[in-house]
């Protein structure tokens, strides 16, 4: 049972990829789509990073923004950032594209582990879990934190039930393979919006 010592929220989510312009964030984008409309926006928190620092400062890739666009989401105002201590500390689920992705957060900032994970894996793991395994007992403004923090607690032991799958990078690709990649982040993120917003 969750009590008061339940932290405040926004539940904040971090999507991670390599340049920041493309898979993280579509993801993070498409993230806040489906948080903004189940009406949840000052509730959960999404923003996202890259691992490599020569995008920084880049408007998403045209052909992602798009992607976004098409599917209910913004991309403005969106610039790419370095992946730096205080994004991860600043978040309670880390999601990544690939498992490389993975190791190197995992690698930089240890205590990051249990909330660390591929983003379609994680999506996997959130599908297995049963509504009624998250908190329902939690009123008011700490439900979704309350859910949240439990949904990364069973995920982290349950890495095992599901295989990690990359996101591949579309850098340079046609707009159908953006288009494939899209979908993809989008139907893992929709896994996790249902079971952190119940």
């Known amino acids: 049972m969750t ?4 932290p405040t929220p926004p539940f904040t989510v971090l999507h991670v990829c390599g340049g920041n312009t493309c898979r993280s964030a579509m993801a993070e984008r498409l993230f806040a789509a489906r948080v903004d409309a189940r009406g949840a926006t000052t509730s959960v928190y999404s923003h996202s990073c890259g691992v490599d620092h020569r995008q920084v400062g880049s408007a998403m890739n045209p052909p992602a923004a798009a992607q976004v666009a098409a599917r209910g989401g913004d ?3 969106f610039r790419a950032r370095h992946l730096a201590r205080e994004h991860v500390e ?3 689920l880390i999601l990544a594209a690939t498992g490389d992705q993975v190791a190197y957060i995992v ?4 205590d990051a582990a249990e909330r660390t994970f591929q ?3 994680f999506g996997l793991i959130a599908a297995a879990i049963a509504p009624d395994e998250l908190p329902t007992d939690v009123a008011g403004e700490r439900r979704i934190m309350a ?3 439990a949904l990364v607690t069973l995920a982290d032991g349950r890495r095992a039930d599901h295989d990690g799958v990359d996101v591949a990078d579309p850098w340079g690709a046609d707009d159908a393979t953006f288009g494939r990649i899209a979908s993809s982040i989008d ?3 929709g896994m996790v919006v249902a ?3 119940g």
């Open 187 to 189: 139907e893992s993120l």
């Open 195 to 197: 079971r952190l917003l």
């Open 3 to 6: 009590d008061d010592r339940t």
């Open 147 to 149: 859910r949240g923090m």
């Open 119 to 121: 983003l379609n894996h």
């Open 90 to 92: 600043a978040s309670d």
């Open 75 to 77: 991309s403005f105002g």
């Open 107 to 110: 690698d930089a900032y240890p």
